[in-house]
C-alpha cells in the first residue's frame, strides 16, 4: 500500500468527492455520534449537499479551495474553504471560511486531517486580511479541542438545518 497523496482537487474527482463526502457524515454523524436524523431529512440533505452536480459546481468556484487525500486512487479524506457564510454579525464574505473537513474512518490515525487542516489554514490566510471561521457542530468536543489548539475559539451558535432536522453548531474564529 503506497503512502497517501494530498493534492488539489480536480473536477475529475466530483464523483469520488461527492461519495466520500456523504459516506464521511453518515460515519460521522450518524454512525459515530448516532445523531437520530430522520431518514427523509437525511436523504435530503445528501442529496442536496452532496451530490455530484453542487460538488462539480462548488469545485469550479473559484473563490473556494478544495484539496483531497488519495492512495492507490481511492479518496481519503478532503477540505474544503472559502468565502465566510456563517451567521455571525462580524463574517463578511470577504474573510475566509473551513467549511468542510472529514476523513473516511478507514483513513482515520493517518495523519490526514492534520495535513489537510495545514494546508486550508495556509490558504485561508493567504485569501483574507480578517479572521478565520469554523463551523463545527456542538458535541463534536475533539473538533472543538483540534481548532482550540489551532487558536480558534467560540464567538457563537447557530442552527445547521440537515433536512427539516436542526443541529447546533458552534461558530469559532481565529484573529
Do not use: C, F, K
Given at each position: 500500500m503506497t503512502e497517501a497523496l494530498i493534492r488539489p482537487a480536480r473536477f475529475g474527482d466530483a464523483a469520488a468527492l461527492a461519495a466520500l463526502a456523504r459516506s464521511t457524515f453518515v460515519e460521522t454523524f450518524v454512525e459515530g455520534f448516532q445523531i437520530p436524523y430522520p431518514a427523509a431529512d437525511l436523504a435530503a440533505y445528501l442529496a442536496k449537499a452532496f451530490a455530484a452536480e453542487p460538488v462539480e459546481a462548488a469545485l469550479l468556484d473559484g473563490a473556494q479551495a478544495w484539496w483531497v487525500a488519495e492512495r492507490d486512487g481511492a479518496l481519503l479524506a478532503f477540505a474544503?474553504?472559502?468565502?465566510?457564510?456563517?451567521?455571525?454579525?462580524?463574517?463578511?464574505?470577504?474573510?475566509?471560511?473551513?467549511?468542510?473537513?472529514?476523513?473516511?474512518?478507514?483513513?482515520?490515525g493517518l495523519g490526514l486531517g492534520t495535513r489537510l487542516l495545514g494546508l486550508a489554514l495556509t490558504w485561508m490566510q493567504d485569501h483574507t486580511g480578517g479572521p478565520l471561521w469554523i463551523g463545527v457542530w456542538s458535541g463534536n468536543e475533539k473538533a472543538q479541542r483540534l481548532y482550540a489548539g489551532h487558536g480558534f475559539e467560540k464567538v457563537g451558535q447557530y442552527k445547521y438545518p440537515v433536512g427539516a432536522?436542526?443541529?447546533?453548531?458552534?461558530?469559532?474564529?481565529?484573529g
Open positions: 474544503n474553504a472559502g468565502p465566510m457564510s456563517l451567521p455571525h454579525d462580524d463574517g463578511r464574505p470577504t474573510h475566509a471560511e473551513l467549511r468542510r473537513l472529514y476523513v473516511a474512518r478507514s483513513a482515520q432536522w436542526y443541529d447546533e453548531e458552534w461558530i469559532l474564529r481565529r
